[in-house]
């Protein structure tokens, strides 16, 4: 491509509407459930005196459509309330509640606007399924079955909340209905379901579970958790049942993953879960039987109770002690070099797991091969890249972890085939996250972008200089990241040093703060006092985390003895600086750390 060609494509690329990602109703509707959040209150919100009078005006005229047009509040928000008022009209007229609630539809008659559990607007739908289940209207089951049936279909919102309702009457229809959703193509759907069967005594639901497991899908640590919080992961190894003791280390693993990610604000998530239990029937269970899915649960157990002895042995019920903790480590690392891991990996080139979805068995032999190093499943893993899709994320993860050089052309070959580099790189850069046309491809491109972090070469280090440029600032962040993380292993041994640094410069202008924050991070690990000067001017940036990592990062420059240029330059800029607060920071800046 000319150079005139590239001027012209980003240009024209300056004039076109660039989509952003939002998060819609039925994600964040997840979030807060699964995080226990009602939510900030909602714009324009109503009183509850008024929603009350209303709520009781429609019922004693048994007007569904009214009573649905009061309903248009949000769930979480108004469950205990609603309860509340509907426990108030239950005591004043049981007839017409339930007449209200559940009205006569006539045949073919639209029911958007006056059945509350067919409602086109979800929170209704949502609202009146708790309410029913509040009641426990045995006779609405019917119904609230057909309204999950149909609510799946257009992934509504409204399904987390049938779910979890229908799960109040413990019903056979009800779990029948809710196993149908088991395997939903949308991972949030398998989550609801999860959560609402788990409602039911385990022995009742174990083939279930296992089935729901079976199948890996992006929110399978907001599964395991779900479950957890029911049936904790030793519920199911102390059955002393093969596939229970699979499926209790597989729920124990999400829930590990859940803790060192999407529920880390829940730092005691994991002593809830009762996991400092599991020690010794998950050691006993890997000795009768080395599966790859109770190895990583050994291993990563093993290490997190040892981690955090000193914080739960004295609250943490049944806390290991420390010798304990030392023999499953020492089991642990015994089983990693008797286990064939490509055993469990050639299963999948051959086909046997794949025909029926993603195995979750071959998933922990592709992570356990990448956490354990096993430079002997190299080949393996990149053949798995492009035979089988199925497993081409967590190859891409495994290879990245055993760091083995000769796999980065395939990644890059890979990455240039899921995405076009050109164009992503010559649009104009986006500071906010943008809706990617294919977030699968984008997802693995992604990941490719953080493997070749940890891969030594020439050729990766190029690709991420180039991927530096992409239009989205999540890739952007994620090429720097891995930039840094390569040339500061290298320590300088890899060629265009030129380069980087000016990456690192141009990344510090940014118009993503979070690329921005990660490019000072880059001054501060690669030891760069040429970019000082433009660190102390991000000093005065709007955004509060930004300056905070400019003078986080001039600390650690500071620190590798650069404290004159770093004070020239902080003498300066205050000189022009209005903002007395900033001055002020940068006073207690060189009296603390100059």
Not at 39 to 58: T, Y
Not at 69 to 86: C, G, S
Not at 519 to 534: Q, S
Request: glycine share 6%; aromatic share 6%; hydrophobic share 40%.
């Amino acid at each position: 491509m000319t150079m005139l060609a590239k001027w012209l494509r980003r240009a024209s690329s300056m004039f076109a509407e660039k989509p952003e990602a939002k998060i819609d109703d039925f994600g964040l509707e997840h979030i807060l459930l699964y995080h226990g959040l009602a939510g900030s209150s909602p714009e324009n919100q109503r009183q509850f005196k008024d929603v009350r009078s209303d709520i009781l005006s429609a019922i004693s005229r048994k007007n569904s459509q009214n009573l649905c047009i009061n309903l248009k509040i949000a769930p979480l928000w108004w469950e205990d309330k609603l309860h509340r008022i509907f426990d108030e009209a239950r005591s004043q007229s049981s007839e017409n509640t339930l007449s209200s609630l559940l009205p006569t539809t006539g045949a073919g008659e639209d029911g958007s606007q006056s059945d509350p559990l067919m409602h086109e607007d979800w929170r209704v739908r949502a609202n009146a399924a708790s309410i029913l289940n509040f009641l426990q209207v045995n006779q609405a089951q019917e119904r609230m079955i057909e309204a999950l049936h149909d609510t799946a279909g257009s992934a509504s919102p409204a399904f987390c909340h049938l779910a979890r309702s229908l799960s109040g009457f413990r019903t056979e229809a009800a779990k029948i209905a809710l196993t149908k959703h088991l395997g939903h193509s949308e991972p949030w759907i398998r989550v609801d379901s999860v959560n609402a069967l788990s409602k039911w005594p385990l022995d009742e639901i174990a083939p279930l579970l296992i089935q729901a497991f079976a199948q890996d899908h992006d929110f399978i640590d907001y599964a395991s958790v779900a479950v957890a919080r029911t049936h904790k992961p030793i519920d199911f190894l102390e059955k002393g049942e093969d596939d229970l003791t699979d499926l209790g280390a597989a729920i124990l693993l999400g829930a590990m993953e859940a803790a060192e990610g999407t529920f880390s604000s829940n730092s005691d998530l994991l002593p809830e879960v009762s996991v400092q239990k599991c020690l010794t029937p998950l050691q006993n269970a890997a000795a009768k039987s080395t599966s790859p899915v109770r190895l990583r649960a050994l291993i990563k157990l093993s290490q997190w109770l040892d981690d955090n002895y000193h914080q739960y042995r004295l609250e943490a019920e049944g806390y290991p002690q420390p010798e304990e903790i030392a023999a499953a480590r020492a089991a642990a690392s015994k089983y990693s070099t008797a286990i064939d891991l490509k055993a469990a990996i050639q299963s999948a080139l051959a086909g046997g797991a794949a025909a029926s979805g993603r195995k979750s068995t071959v998933r922990h032999a592709i992570k356990l091969a990448g956490e354990l190093q096993s430079k002997e499943c190299v080949g393996q893993l990149m053949e798995l890249l492009s035979s089988t899709p199925i497993y081409c994320n967590d190859a891409v993860e495994a290879l990245g972890l055993i760091g083995d050089g000769q796999c980065v052309p395939v990644l890059i070959k890979l990455a240039k085939s899921l995405v076009n580099l050109d164009s992503r790189t010559q649009n104009t850069l986006s500071a906010n996250p943008i809706s990617e046309a294919e977030p699968e491809k984008a997802k693995t491109y992604w990941l490719i972008l953080r493997a070749l972090g940890n891969l030594q070469s020439d050729e990766a280090l190029a690709f991420l200089l180039t991927a530096s440029q992409d239009e989205a600032p999540d890739k952007r962040e994620e090429a720097l990241s891995s930039l840094i993380l390569l040339w500061s292993k290298s320590q300088g041994s890899l060629a265009r040093a030129g380069e980087v640094k000016a990456t690192l410069k141009r990344c510090l202008s940014d118009p993503s703060s979070q690329v921005r924050i990660k490019a000072m991070e880059g001054a501060a690990i690669l030891n760069l006092p040429e970019l000082i000067g433009d660190l102390v001017g991000l000093i005065n940036a709007q955004e509060m985390s930004v300056s905070k990592g400019a003078f986080s990062a001039l600390e650690k420059l500071a620190q590798n003895g650069h404290k004159e240029p770093i004070r020239a330059a902080l003498s300066e800029a205050k000189a022009s600086l209005n903002n007395t607060v900033k001055v002020k920071r940068i006073d207690e800046f060189i009296q603390h750390h100059l």
